[in-house]
């Protein structure tokens, strides 16, 4: 037997909780296919299984959190020995088939039933002829007795009170359903079964009484019954009520959390990106035959960002109490909106990646986020964090820090407009950089010139991206 325990995923993470079981209990299962989804305060992710073999046990159900290390599950590997055993037992029947010959030694039980077969000889000789319509009527009732009496009779013997209720009130003993053990007939299996015969007779009995009456009653009795309809019809629920998921749970957390701890404060500067739409253009059809991956805008600003934070270091630092942490590794957080939630990995050294590497990165980390396939340790880390929310045609918008970093760039869609260059008028590529950053730590001046240079960088690109 095999305990599936609870990974460490990551140094820092010391719970989980068990979102999903991909297999039931008697269910088979492979060798590092997926066992059970878990969710942390950094990642949500697919556990494989560490053996193959069959589901024995599960532990820890769904939803519930629990330490690392916490045995959650049981395989069992020995199944495929276990399935064989069965076999030998399938074929023990045999020796049972041959049971119906003591079955023939059953004869004991008719006799309480000649009665029933010697009654219907006699009349043949000696019932006066007037009698013969009835006698034949009981016969009829009577035949199927003996059959089914047969199958009756061996589930339990029949005490005299039953046989004499059976004698006294004409009952067909193979037409009771015994409740007694072994299927055996009870004094109360027989009176249940005669208040069932005599309910439809009673009921017949009524039915023609009743028959003429029914026409005048229903008409006064009409009125009141209208009245009643108006009830008002259920109506559909107006609103649904369900349990955060856990990621949303730790969202929520993080989010209460960043406001209450940073002073949240956003400047906005207008980026023309005409040169950078150009190279695109020209260059993301080779990227995506060559690479097989899409050649967009956020690999520049990336790009852009890295560079910038190294001239301003304080932008890329963290605050620890009264102490500032000055990070000497750019490692840029990219978030990516998954179908129920928002993960941001980190994409490290971002600052030593050309273009070119780092959209590889980018669509690696968002492919992988999206199929719950990332590493813990590929979400922590992050010293600077950029939310990419032109992607979904936003314009420019406010993001929230991620903590424990400074300052996060959002980058708003590109959009061809009409603007002013040297007194004309001219259709240029323009985008707006938001950039929310700590006032405990950055003041605005600060901020306005980092996000200047980052704006200077993007719209003097100079570099080649093949």
């Known amino acids: 037997m095999i305990d599936v325990v609870m990974p460490q995923m990551g140094e820092s993470i010391v719970e989980g909780t068990l979102t999903k079981w991909t297999k039931k209990v008697g269910e088979r299962i492979e060798r590092d296919e997926p066992l059970f989804e878990i969710s942390t305060d950094k990642v949500d992710t ?5 053996a193959s073999g069959t589901v024995a046990e599960i532990l820890v159900q769904e939803g519930q959190t629990v330490g690392i290390n916490t045995v959650v599950g049981r395989i069992d590997e020995t199944v495929g020995a276990v399935a064989a055993a069965p076999k030998p037992a399938a074929e023990a029947p045999k020796p049972a088939a041959e049971a119906p010959k003591p079955a023939a030694a059953a004869p004991p039980p008719p006799p309480p039933g000649p009665p029933a077969t010697a009654a219907p000889s006699m009349p043949e000789v000696t019932v006066p002829q007037p009698e013969l319509a009835a006698q034949a009527e009981v016969e009829e009732r009577r035949e199927p007795a003996e059959p089914v009496t047969e199958k009756r009779e061996p589930e339990g013997p029949l005490s005299p009170l039953v046989r004499r209720m059976a004698r006294e009130n004409n009952i067909d003993l193979s037409q009771v359903r015994g409740t007694g053990a072994g299927g055996r007939i009870t004094k109360q299996d027989v009176e249940g079964y005669l208040a069932q015969q005599k309910a439809p007779a009673a009921a017949a ?51 209460v959390m960043s406001k209450r701890i940073s002073a949240h404060v956003t400047t906005v500067h207008r980026v023309d990106m005409t040169k950078i739409a150009k190279l695109r253009a020209k260059h993301k059809d080779t990227v995506q035959q060559n690479y097989g991956f899409s050649l967009t805008f956020l690999p520049f600003v990336v790009r852009a960002a890295a560079a910038t934070l190294r001239q301003f270091p304080i932008v890329n630092a963290s605050i620890d109490g009264n102490n500032i942490i000055y990070h000497n590794e750019v490692n840029i957080g990219i978030a990516v909106a998954l179908e129920n939630g928002l993960i941001v990995p980190v994409i490290r050294n971002a600052d030593e990646k050309s273009v070119l590497g780092l959209q590889r990165s980018i669509a690696d980390l968002a492919n992988r986020a999206r199929s719950r396939q990332l590493k813990p340790d590929e979400v922590a880390g992050g010293t600077f964090s950029i939310t990419n929310f032109g992607s979904f045609g936003s314009v420019f918008a406010t993001p929230v820090i991620n903590q424990p970093q400074v300052a996060i760039l959002g980058v708003g869609a590109v959009e061809k407009v009409p603007v002013v260059v040297d007194d004309a008028i001219a259709i240029r590529s323009q985008c707006f950089l938001a950039l929310t950053f700590d006032h405990r730590l950055i003041d605005g001046a600060l901020a306005d010139q980092f996000t200047g240079a980052a704006k200077k960088v993007l719209e003097g690109w100079s570099e080649e991206i093949l």
């Open 205 to 255: 009995q009524q039915a023609p009484r009743p028959a003429a009456p029914p026409p005048p009653a229903p008409a006064p009795a009409a009125p009141p019954r209208e009245t009643l309809a108006p009830i008002a019809p259920p109506t559909a629920a107006k609103m649904r009520i369900e349990p955060m998921s856990t990621m949303r749970s730790k969202i929520a957390e993080h989010m």
């Open 46 to 50: 697919e556990i494989p299984s560490p």
